[in-house]
């Protein structure tokens, strides 16, 4: 969802300056501020992200600020106390986490906040990580706590502190020095002071920070064993000082930490940055060059920066960012740093209007428009999945965007462009069962200009469709895409020649088939041994190679694949959902069995993805002859979470009749549910000619993109349902070369 257009003009700070004076100060003019609507109530997570990015745009003192911070943190409260109780602790600190960044630094320095909900909630996340021993959440639920609750309360969460404090310097590593012994404490302190730089926090953190700082000094004088280390300590306390202190967002207290030590000539010149910046009379060039100091380098797996240093930097560019705004609202590259602090805090809407307003300020800043069109399709992607008619509706306003990017840049178009987005559209349209108008975008994506994604959709629209030809000719015009580079091609190549075999043998030319699946087994194993691959790929590649020896007969190999994508990411839901759907359709009922297994034990896997497991689990079990598994009836048995499901779950039972089941389905995707469900029913029990007739109609409600589609799909195809476990076909053990041509 996009921003509400009445919202727009509810910014952090207004436009009184001049139109095109990028550095003219703000008037003296009272803000006249736009009526908002502040919602009754925040239903659910899609409307909490809408309402943040609201917040985020409106200016501190608009006088309907507090309502609807009022309103997020009573959905956060509500959320975080579900989560609580459900025991998924992580979930819960990260709503802890939102409810504290919903005030600005600047408000926490004024220590005047007293909001019960969010101690009681801070406490609750504080419990479970004590349990736990999970020192950063405790620490940052202790300070919520410190901050936002009564007298009582706060005395209790400094008792409280001290215990923790003492228990991480037990647990930390022992050394004589002094200066040596507090840096787990250091860091877990820097974590939360990251997140929430309460006074608190900031006080104790800045005392640590200079006692060690006078620890090096001492170890320094008696010539200590340690003393390169102390010399380094007591150089860096200046910058940690200063970077302390405004993330805080306090220049005063920045520099009033300095005049505690004997700073070095890099620290002096961050002070003279620091002065510049505060009294800057004339534009935004001294606050933004002070801002530019503190934008972190994106980590990687190399990385040796701390995270915290990481959320640190944004937070003190956000801080700049904002203060640049305050005093000159027209400058287009305070609104470019904003965007990008806000991009970083996941803020795509509020960053996109911050976007928009520096390309109007300036519009020939070339980052600023690639770096729009890329949350654009972000923003988009996420409307499509929710809305796709409104996310085709924005399909004009993207046009007209890149149309004025392209009378700029004529020959460097920006990207992602229009293609991308018309397939990321007719990918919200193909996910609802829309086939006819998602088909019609990619075409038009297409004639702008082929892109591999748009002719994988289309590909596999037709696949599933029936028309094979034509699906064949879009997979073997992706292999013939040109590509960026090696690791993209390699990536849409290995996708094209799946599908080929996979049409290859639905039309009987075996020897075809085996042909692409070799090709694509030894790109695989080119893209599983790429060194600089992320463990998401890694995993995603795993399960695909682990597809093709299942689909090949050789299940020992093609589990080795399903078992290591689990270890790379276990927390990646395809990592057992595409194993699972491969597993029970071609009949593997020991393998679907142990992915069900190893399933159960994931708390971030849905308990209704869970369900869908045990109900394909029974339907094979019951056609295969297999006593059923205790785990996979209990959940059957037990499950009452979602209306849906539990209808499922009471029709799987025999509890529930087909009429009640179809009667209560809502929507097109329950009903193709409906069908497919009791089609396995009435084919185990002797009626294939109805069960067939029911699996039509699955593929007739169009809901493409479900497990139940692609089953149904499967088995009309074969004409059966797998009754027996799969023979091991000859020679299906035998693994490709790996391409040597890297």
């Known amino acids: 969802m996009r921003l509400r257009p009445y919202l727009l003009a509810a910014l952090i700070v207004s436009a009184a300056a001049l139109p095109g004076c990028a550095n003219s100060k703000k008037n003296a003019k009272a803000t006249a501020y736009p009526q908002v609507e502040v919602p009754a109530k925040i239903a659910d997570l899609d409307e909490f992200a809408d309402y943040r990015n609201d917040f985020a745009l409106l200016a501190v003192d608009h006088p309907q600020r507090e309502a609807m911070r009022g309103r997020l943190i009573d959905f956060l409260v509500s959320y975080l106390d579900a989560k609580i109780r459900s025991e998924r602790d992580n979930e819960a600190t990260t709503a802890l986490e939102f409810l504290v ?99 608190f926090i900031v006080q104790r953190l800045s005392d640590l920070y200079l006692a060690r700082y006078e620890a090096a000094l001492a170890a320094i004088d008696r010539g200590s064993e340690i003393g390169l280390a102390a010399r380094q300590r007591a150089e860096v306390t200046g910058y940690l000082l200063i970077r302390l202190h405004l993330r805080a967002d306090d220049f005063e207290g920045t520099l009033a930490s300095l005049e505690k030590i004997n700073p070095d000539i890099a620290t002096r010149k961050m002070m003279e940055f620091i ?69 970083q805090d996941g803020l795509v809407d509020a960053s996109i209007h911050h976007y928009e307003r520096s390309i109007d300020l300036k519009e020939d800043i070339r980052d600023a428009w690639e770096e729009l069109a890329f949350l654009e399709q972000m923003s988009l992607e996420r409307l499509a999945e929710t809305d796709p008619a409104a996310a085709e509706a924005r399909l004009g306003e993207l046009d007209v965007m890149h149309k004025r990017a392209a009378e700029l840049w004529p020959d460097r178009p920006i990207r992602p462009g229009l293609p991308e987005a018309n397939v990321v ?24 200009e082929p892109v591999p994604e748009a002719l994988y959709l289309l590909g596999t629209i037709e696949l599933k469709q029936g028309k094979l030809s034509s699906a064949a000719d879009r997979f073997r015009e992706m292999v013939a895409l040109p590509f960026d580079n090696q690791l993209q091609r390699l990536r849409w190549e290995t996708k094209a020649h799946g599908f080929l075999a996979q049409i290859a043998a639905s039309e009987g030319k075996s020897g075809e088939a085996a042909e692409h699946r070799r090709i694509a087994l030894r790109q695989l194993n080119s893209l599983i041994s790429f060194p600089s691959l992320d463990e998401d790929e890694r995993s995603a590649f795993l399960v695909d190679r682990g597809k093709i020896f299942l689909a090949s007969g050789d299940a020992e190999l093609a589990m080795d694949d399903f078992r290591q994508a689990r270890l790379a990411t276990p927390d990646r839901t395809a990592a057992y959902t595409e194993p699972m759907l491969y597993a029970v359709s071609r009949g593997y009922y020991d393998e679907a069995l142990e992915i069900f297994h190893h399933v159960l034990t994931r708390d971030e896997i849905r308990e209704t993805l869970k369900l869908y497991f045990s109900l394909w689990l029974t339907d094979l079990a019951l056609r295969q002859g297999h006593e059923a598994d205790a785990e996979v009836a209990a959940l059957l048995r037990d499950f009452k979470a979602d209306a849906w499901p539990h209808k499922l779950a009471l029709h ?23 069908y497919f469900y009791e089609g396995l029913r009435q084919w185990r029990s002797g009626d294939p000619k109805g069960a067939k007739s029911l699996m039509k109609k699955v593929l007739g409600t169009g809901m493409m993109s479900f497990y139940e589609y692609d089953m149904a799909l499967h088995y009309l195809e074969r004409g059966e349902l797998p009754t027996t476990r799969p023979k091991i076909q000859v020679g299906a053990r035998k693994p490709a070369p790996t391409d040597s041509k890297r």
């Open 425 to 448: 559209v007719a990918h919200g349209l193909y996910n609802s069962g829309r086939i006819a108008p998602a088909k019609a975008l990619l075409e038009r994506s297409l004639k702008i």
């Open 652 to 674: 799987a039972q025999g509890k529930l009749s087909f009429d009640e089941l179809l009667k209560g389905a809502a929507d097109e995707g329950e009903r193709a549910e409906a």
């Open 275 to 343: 002065r510049e910046a505060q009294k800057s009379e004339r534009s935004a060039n001294a606050i933004l060059t002070l801002a530019a100091q503190f934008i972190p380098e994106t980590p990687d797996e190399y990385s040796r920066i701390p995270p915290s240093f990481f959320v640190q930097g944004w937070g003190i560019v956000e801080n700049l960012a904002r203060r640049a705004l305050l005093r000159y609202p027209d400058d287009p590259f305070a609104h470019l740093l904003l965007a990008r602090a806000l991009r």
């Open 101 to 199: 960044d919903l005030y600005t630094p600047a408000e926490l320095r004024q220590d005047t906040q007293r909001v019960p909900a969010i101690a009681s909630a801070a406490h609750s996340v504080y419990l479970a990580a004590a349990r736990r021993g999970n020192e950063s959440p405790a620490m940052l639920a202790l300070a919520a706590e410190q901050h936002f609750g009564a007298d009582s309360v706060r005395e209790r969460a400094l008792s409280q502190w001290r215990d923790l404090e003492e228990w991480i310097l037990r647990n930390g590593v022992f050394s004589d020095e002094a200066i040596l012994r507090h840096e787990e404490l250091e860091e877990t302190l820097e974590e939360t002071a990251a997140l929430f730089p309460s006074p």
